[in-house]
């Protein structure tokens, strides 16, 4: 019969705390030291690649032209960035594009409840082939038509007609004449 007694922590409280502590301590001082050589390295970089400028000798009109000559370069690096942005981008549409139709190829598709609608033939193709399906194809064209005349001549018209159009003399006569014979 062993009872479930809840153990204690094997640590205590302040114990956790000082460690919680000194933790957060030592990652505070390496997230320092991390953006301190950081900041070294991109220091490095720039003084190796980009020579430092030598402006105190320069007239205005030199200074412009640095300055008009420094946009240019700007502009062709952000038109650059911006093409290889756009390309991205479309690049990822057509992935997911592709991704959708394996999707559907796959057959693994799951059709939403859906309401019904009336869809002409025509648009079912166009939704099952693609955008790209412009043909129409008449569907009617080989199904035989029921004549509707044919349906007119068996309708029965309206008994009162009938007798207000016989109840000239010769009416009453065919009405007397048609049950005896």
């Known amino acids: 019969m062993s009872e479930s007694v809840p153990r204690k922590p094997k640590i205590t409280a302040s114990r956790r705390l000082y460690?919680?502590?000194?933790?957060?301590?030592?990652?505070?001082?390496?997230?320092?030291?991390?953006?301190?050589?950081?900041?070294?390295?991109?220091?490095?970089?720039?003084s190796e690649r980009v020579p430092p400028l030598k402006l105190s000798g320069l007239?205005?009109?030199?200074?412009?032209?640095?300055?008009?000559?420094?946009?240019q370069k700007i502009d062709v690096v952000d038109e650059e960035r911006y093409d290889v942005e756009s390309k991205v981008t479309k690049n990822e549409k057509e992935i997911v594009d592709l991704n959708h139709k394996i999707f559907e190829l796959k057959g693994k598709m799951k059709r939403p409840a859906l309401k019904r609608v009336r869809v002409s033939a025509d648009a079912m193709?166009?939704?099952?082939?693609?955008?790209?399906h412009k043909e129409s194809i008449d569907f009617k064209a080989n199904l035989k038509t029921v004549k509707k005349e044919e349906e007119k001549k068996e309708e029965v018209t309206d008994?009162?007609?009938?007798?207000?159009?016989?109840?000239g003399m010769e009416g009453r006569k065919k009405m007397f004449a048609g049950p005896s014979s």
């Open 125 to 132: 193709l166009g939704a099952l082939l693609g955008a790209k």
């Open 59 to 71: 007239s205005v009109q030199d200074l412009q032209n640095l300055c008009k000559e420094l946009h």
């Open 159 to 167: 008994w009162r007609k009938n007798v207000d159009a016989m109840s």
């Open 19 to 46: 460690l919680k502590t000194k933790i957060l301590k030592k990652a505070s001082t390496l997230l320092e030291e991390e953006k301190e050589q950081k900041k070294l390295d991109r220091e490095q970089t720039l």
